[in-house]
């Protein structure tokens, strides 16, 4: 036991956030539920933890570095692609498969990181988007590669640690997926406890004055988005080996727009906004479209439009203000 | 220890719960019914409705129920998601649909997995049937019509040169690597080529470039939508003159809509195609009749994959005597023979795949109206692809 005079007031801070509170616990309790109460829709909440994942890594540089991506979808499709090739040309063992796709996605990131660490607001969406569409095009002519748009062909997954088959019921498929986003959610979790994380923070709020006070902002930024690239990777991956097809829709701009969608759903900066917007997105998205699958876009599009209307910092920032003035009372 | 224990209780339910619940088939169709590809869904849609309609709702005592899902485009990995959940929670007996070939090839392992009749009602790229046991299609293959065009664009068409115009995505260029192929196998020239982007709205500089080569014929691949137009346009533009240069493409570039947007500029463009709605017999146009009754609209290749998919599946069922199990479906299946509104069809055994007429078309005035005019036509035309493979 450190005694507490011996500790600076800020690491106090710093170890007051990344208490675990009751609430968290609950949360990752509960998402052992689907196992017992809806064991037919594990398949689904396989690719709920999977995009879950992938929001977690857009919140790391928007919802806490303010660096608003439209071409996130990019590193997910590296690593989805990447994990697909590795088993075809190499060998199907999925955590090797991880870490080859979370590395590609991560130079990626790295290479390009250079260039978003310089600009700023809209400069930044035309550039990220530009660059999202830029690799979707790339995977589309390279149809020797990819498969274009039939999508890859002869993905074969081995089963996990050589014992879990991923079957139909998707049993294999969610404990891995659930897993591995609980591991990086540890990491990311670490990560913006962190005085790093901090400092991200700082950027958002003002990029100006960062470097004023002696940090390194753009390495900052480049740190970040390197690792979120490597994490968005890594899920883009799990999606390939669970699904045992890779196609261009992974690097979409569509799906991009969707991570973006849920994360402001959810909440940006509160690491769990991501999780419980694409947990929202995703379980709506499969209800309305059983109910209608024309129009299904519809009710998400209402959906959309209430929350940013009535909870404009996400369903998240609207519980803990309606907490906060509860608790005050 | 316990997720064994759990996957057994799972899979011991679903082997009790069907014994149960035996008076009804379930058929789980997945289709693109929102997005880009809406329309292509839609109308598959109408042709499952309307041969439900004329043939009603119970086949060998089991009563049909459709559970329809979207996959909002060309996306394998939800496919895959949605036929997992169709068989797992919905205890779906079929899967039909599959707009798309990435929604059929994602589908396709799991069709394989679970043993399960996958019926393809559109989806053209050849290497589909070969992905499970148990995939049947009743549409087309790409390499069907495009390389049979070109054998009869040699033979036939009095043509030894051409040049090929293709949208540059997966189904442009099968289509221009099967039609190359078979124009040379044929004694013909290929003078050149090109690689649009898919999103063009401009084709004059590669019309340009194609009329400075002199082809005799230009074989063109472009997705449907406002595309046939603009590419006309061009055409007439840079004075390419159907009647002394050919003009040749499969069915979507000279589709209804296609037409009607250019007008006069779509005369004498020659296609080959499986279906189209002036396709005369007295069951294509009681067919059309019946469409337009019920959609007001007339039915495309599309709407006709989707009637003919559920012909399959209720002749398939009353040889089965309503068994529903994949191997007995797919032993039923095989050579079956129809006749459909395009015509006489039938189910190769060996590739499980369609075996169909080929009609060469002219787009041509009739009355007031400008239409496709079938005017040779190749019969029994199987996949070349998977033709090519056995050899």
């Known amino acids: ?329 | 220890m316990k997720r064994s224990l759990f996957a057994g209780a799972a899979l011991l339910a679903v082997v009790i719960l069907p014994a149960g619940a035996n008076a009804q088939i379930k058929i789980g169709v997945i289709n693109s019914y929102s997005g880009q590809f809406a329309d292509t869904g839609a109308q598959i849609d109408n042709g499952i409705k309307l041969y439900m309609k004329q043939h009603g709702d119970t086949v060998a005592g089991k009563k049909i129920e459709i559970i329809r899902k979207d996959t909002g485009g060309p996306n394998p990995d939800v496919a895959k998601r949605l036929a997992q959940e169709l068989i797992v929670r919905d205890k779906a007996d079929i899967l039909a649909g599959f707009t798309l070939t990435p929604e059929a090839l994602g589908a396709a392992s799991v069709s394989e997995e679970a043993k399960k009749l996958m019926v393809v009602m559109n989806a053209a790229t050849s290497i589909v049937t070969t992905k499970s046991p148990y995939i049947v299609r009743v549409s087309l293959t790409l390499p069907q019509i495009a390389d049979t065009l070109a054998t009869w664009a040699v033979k036939k068409g009095g043509t030894k040169k051409a040049y090929t115009m293709v949208s540059d995505y997966g189904p442009g260029i099968d289509a221009e690597g099967a039609f190359q192929k078979a124009f040379k196998e044929a004694g013909g020239e290929i003078v050149g080529s090109v690689r649009m982007p898919v999103a063009n709205p401009d084709f004059s500089a590669f019309v340009q470039r194609a009329k400075d080569l002199n082809p005799e014929s230009i074989f063109v691949f472009i997705p449907g939508g406002a595309q046939p137009a603009a590419l006309g346009k061009a055409f007439a533009e840079r004075g390419i003159d159907p009647k002394k240069v050919k003009l040749l493409s499969t069915g979507e570039p000279v589709d209804e809509t296609a037409i009607k947007s250019m007008g006069d500029l779509a005369l004498d463009r020659i296609s080959a195609w499986h279906y189209d709605f002036n396709h005369k017999s007295k069951m294509n146009s009681d067919f059309v009749k019946a469409f337009n009754a019920e959609y007001k609209r007339n039915p495309d290749f599309f709407a006709v994959g989707g009637y003919d998919g559920m012909h399959l599946i209720y002749e398939a069922l009353k040889k089965t005597n309503g068994n529903a199990d994949g191997d007995a479906l797919i032993a039923a299946i095989k050579g079956m023979k129809w006749e459909s509104p395009r015509g006489v069809i039938w189910i190769d055994p060996e590739t499980r795949d369609v075996v169909q007429t080929v009609y060469i078309r002219r787009v041509q005035k009739v009355g007031n109206d400008i239409v496709n005019v079938e005017f040779d036509k190749i019969e029994n035309v199987k996949d070349p692809v998977k033709a090519a493979m056995k050899k």
Request: contains cysteine; hydrophobic residues 55%.
């Open chain 1, 1 to 329: 036991m450190v005694p507490t005079d011996t500790i600076s007031a800020p690491q106090l801070y710093l170890q007051s956030l990344s208490r675990w509170s009751a609430t968290e616990i609950a949360f990752w309790l509960a998402t052992l539920l689907p196992f017992f109460l809806f064991p037919n829709y594990l398949s689904l909440a396989s690719q709920i933890a999977i995009t879950a994942l992938f929001a977690l890594s857009l919140d790391l540089i928007l919802g806490y570095a303010g660096v608003v991506s439209l071409g996130h979808a990019a590193f997910f499709g590296i690593g989805a692609y990447a994990a697909g090739l590795f088993s075809k040309f190499v060998w199907g063992e999925p955590i090797s498969g991880l870490l080859v796709a979370a590395l590609l996605a991560g130079l990626a990131g790295y290479a390009t990181s250079f260039i978003i660490c310089r600009f700023r607001h809209l400069t930044l969406i035309m550039l990220t988007l530009g660059l999202g569409l830029l690799a979707f095009e790339v995977a589309n002519s390279a149809h020797w590669l990819t498969g274009g748009s039939d999508g890859l062909q002869g993905v074969r997954i081995w089963p996990l640690f050589g014992i879990f088959k991923f079957d139909l019921y998707g049993y294999t498929a969610y404990s891995y997926s659930l897993a591995v986003l609980f591991l990086f959610f540890l990491g990311m979790r670490r990560l913006v406890h962190s005085p790093f994380g901090l400092a991200l923070r700082g950027i958002r709020e003002n990029l100006v004055r960062m470097p004023a006070i002696g940090a390194a902002s753009r390495a900052h930024i480049r740190k970040a988005y390197t690792i979120a690239a490597a994490v968005a990777g890594i899920a883009g991956a799990l999606l390939t080996q669970t699904t045992e097809s890779a196609a261009l829709e992974s690097i979409s701009f569509q799906r991009s727009a969707d991570v973006l969608v849920m994360l402001v759903l959810g909440g940006a900066g509160r690491l769990y906004g991501g999780l419980i917007g694409a947990i929202i997105f995703m379980i709506a998205r499969d209800q309305f479209s059983g109910i209608a699958p024309q129009y299904w876009y519809f009710w998400i599009g209402i959906l959309l439009i209430v929350v940013v209307m009535l909870l404009p910092n996400g369903i998240l920032g609207g519980l803990s203000k309606i907490f906060a003035r509860w608790s005050r009372k």
